[in-house]
């Protein structure tokens, strides 16, 4: 497997530079079309996204140079799981073994659906930790655009 098929990569612009992070706004169009994870990719889903990339002392970019912005393809699987697929298991799993169980069907509907939301807070509230496992590299490629 090529170095290329193993990571996700986003042409952008970077917008903002702060001593932490650097914003760079990708550009949705050009870089999803041929993207072949785009189908699950949250970065496809509007024109234009904002991505803060933490700031590493080895790359030195500007505001305005054009980069890549570079996911490694198993993380984005590990997030497609994490956003997509548990979820889906933990409804499943609720919405076959409660009725099973004597649970009226709207309890069942009602205990599935705040499971889930409840999956989804506790994803919001581990959002910086997870955000630490989740990290974007910036890769320099050549131009600048004018801001």
């Known amino acids: 497997m090529s170095k290329r098929?193993?990571?996700?990569?986003?042409?952008?612009?970077?917008?903002?530079i702060t001593p932490s992070t650097i914003v760079v706004e990708i550009e949705g169009k050009s870089a999803c079309s041929q993207c072949h994870a785009k189908g699950a990719c949250a970065a496809?889903?509007?024109k234009i996204k904002r991505i803060d990339v933490r700031r590493t002392p080895n790359v030195e970019v500007e505001v305005g140079e054009r980069v890549e912005?570079?996911?490694?393809?198993?993380?984005g699987l590990k997030a497609v799981f994490i956003s997509?697929?548990?979820?889906l298991i933990i409804l499943l799993i609720l919405l076959l073994t409660l009725p099973n169980?004597?649970?009226?069907?709207l309890l069942t509907g009602l205990i599935s659906l705040l499971a889930v939301g409840?999956?989804?807070?506790?994803?919001?509230?581990?959002?910086?930790?997870?955000?630490?496992q989740f990290?974007?590299?910036i890769a320099k490629t050549t131009g600048f655009i004018l801001v």
């Open 5 to 16: 098929a193993e990571e996700i990569r986003h042409s952008g612009i970077v917008k903002e």
């Open 84 to 87: 997509y697929v548990l979820p």
């Open 101 to 105: 169980m004597g649970v009226s069907e």
């Open 118 to 132: 409840g999956y989804f807070v506790v994803i919001y509230l581990l959002r910086k930790r997870l955000a630490t």
């Open 44 to 46: 496809s889903e509007s």
């Open 135 to 137: 990290d974007f590299v």
């Open 69 to 75: 912005v570079v996911l490694k393809a198993s993380l």
